[in-house]
């Protein structure tokens, strides 16, 4: 069965610096991964998705997440954090038919 | 253009009210998507449309109708709701069904049971 964790619910960093949200999965099979992002009283946005092609997906905004199939991550990443980052981000791993997707990490960003 | 939109944006309903959700896209997708969003929480499935036909049910209570008239637009007909199901109601889309396509997000509709 798939499964995905989100490692912490909340992360708050200062505008200009690195973000780092992390994500583990479980799959049976190889799977696609995706990250979307919710900002308040909003719909979800598809940041990115990795579908094998390459590990090192790029999405947009500035995000990036690289898969690594040895630790079953798929960590999310930006350089530099910027104020309107602020929002929940959802990681999510295909199901056989459907998305599963994890609890959200809540990103605060502060001047 | 990957929009999805949905009317209305917010709803107030007593217990006794019958209303609609209404779901749009023009991509082109063949499925379509209903979810149910509490606060602080991630979207939970209720319903996938495939081809215009309800491909699964998850479990939903009766009191929440689907309709799929055409490929581009999907209904949630709402009757004798609870407070409980106070969420927002997102309407997703994808070129088919299964978890391995992505799925794109309408605003969301924001309802209220009292």
């Known amino acids: 069965a798939q499964s995905v964790t989100q490692l912490d619910s909340h992360v708050s960093v200062s505008e200009g610096t690195p973000v780092l949200l992390r994500c583990n999965y479980s799959?049976?099979?190889?799977?696609?991964l995706f990250w979307y992002v919710q900002h308040p009283n909003k719909g979800l946005q598809l940041l990115l998705k990795?579908?094998?092609?390459?590990?090192l997906v790029k999405g947009i905004n500035g995000f990036e997440a690289e898969f690594k199939k040895s630790e079953t991550s798929f960590h999310l990443t930006k350089p530099s954090a910027h104020m309107s980052d602020a929002a929940e981000y959802f990681c999510?791993?295909?199901?056989?038919?459907?998305?599963?997707f994890g609890a959200g990490t809540r990103l605060a960003v502060h001047p | 253009d990957t929009e999805v939109t949905q009317t209305p944006k917010h709803l107030v309903m007593g217990m006794t009210n019958k209303k609609s959700l209404k779901c749009e896209q023009h991509?082109?997708?063949?499925?379509m998507y209903w979810y149910k969003q509490k606060a602080k929480k991630p979207p939970e499935l209720m319903f996938v449309?495939?081809?215009?036909?309800?491909?699964i049910n998850e479990s939903v209570p009766s009191r929440f109708s689907p309709e799929c008239p055409n490929s581009s637009l999907l209904n949630l007909h709402l009757h004798a709701l609870q407070p409980e199901d106070s969420a927002l109601y997102l309407c997703?889309?994808?070129?088919?069904?299964?978890?391995?396509?992505?799925?794109?997000f309408g605003p969301g509709t924001r309802l209220t049971v009292t």
């Open positions: 449309y495939s081809y215009e036909k309800l491909s």
């Open positions: 999510v791993v295909s199901g056989y038919n459907k998305l599963i």
């Open positions: 997703a889309s994808s070129g088919l069904a299964g978890g391995a396509y992505e799925q794109y």
């Open positions: 990795y579908t094998s092609a390459a590990t």
């Open positions: 991509m082109g997708h063949r499925a």
């Open positions: 799959s049976s099979y190889s799977p696609s």
